[in-house]
């Protein structure tokens, strides 16, 4: 099935920075979710986003609803190091859900 | 408030042996279930989603097989494992209608 592309693919960065990533897609979502995943464990949800041109914070995450519905961006403001993982956006459209391939990120102090 | 279980948290099975996965949900009625398989490092593929109890769809055609006997109860089987079957298997659920999904803490398959 058809997946989001999601990049950049990975970020080394040092703490305190900013952080940014993004999905895009050629179908339209009805959707948009950011998930954040640590290793052996399931993606938690970030944030949600349910209509286009959404703008919607959670601490120091920021994510939008591209006005086009075909795509999102996450951004993470002042990094810390439990930021660490990998992060996943993904689209739903009715009963589809698909997901963006990750992106890993590493926070070095 | 909803939760969800998925068992076991990690299995070694032999190649050639069946398989059999389990996720259950609480607190919520006819969700929408889904199964991912996330290789090491990589991304969720979607394998399966039910809407429904008894309507299972596919996305990868492959030696996996879903069903739904009851409507919070969603199984992943297969008859015979093969070494690439290896992976993090995820269950999910939707309330459906474009809402947020949760995930299960998943399944590490190692198959040998």
């Known amino acids: ?109 | 408030s909803q939760t969800i279980h998925q068992w076991p948290a990690t299995l070694v099975q032999p190649v050639g042996s069946p398989l059999s996965l389990e996720c259950t949900v609480e607190g919520t009625s006819n969700p929408n279930l889904y199964w991912y398989r996330q290789a090491a490092g990589r991304g969720l593929q979607l394998l399966f989603y039910s809407v429904g109890i008894g309507q299972i769809s596919s996305e990868v055609p492959q030696n996996l097989s879903a069903s739904r006997p009851q409507d919070r109860q969603f199984i992943l089987s297969s008859k015979k494992l093969l070494l690439s079957d290896s992976g993090f298997y995820l269950c999910a659920w939707t309330t459906g209608g474009d809402t947020e999904a949760f995930f299960g803490q998943g399944t590490r398959l190692t198959v040998v």
């Open chain 1, 1 to 109: 099935g058809q997946q989001l592309n999601q990049s950049p693919q990975s970020m080394f960065i040092q703490e305190g920075e900013d952080v940014s990533m993004n999905c895009t897609s050629s179908s339209i979502f009805n959707t948009w979710l950011w998930y954040k995943q640590d290793p052996g464990e399931g993606p938690v949800l970030l944030i949600a986003l349910y209509k286009a041109g959404e703008l919607t914070s959670n601490g120091r995450l920021t994510a939008q609803f591209g006005i086009t519905r075909k795509d999102s961006f996450l951004n993470i403001s002042a990094s810390i190091p439990s930021d660490v993982g990998i992060y996943f956006c993904a689209g739903l459209r009715r009963d589809d859900m698909r997901f963006g391939a990750g992106t890993r990120l590493t926070v070095k102090p």
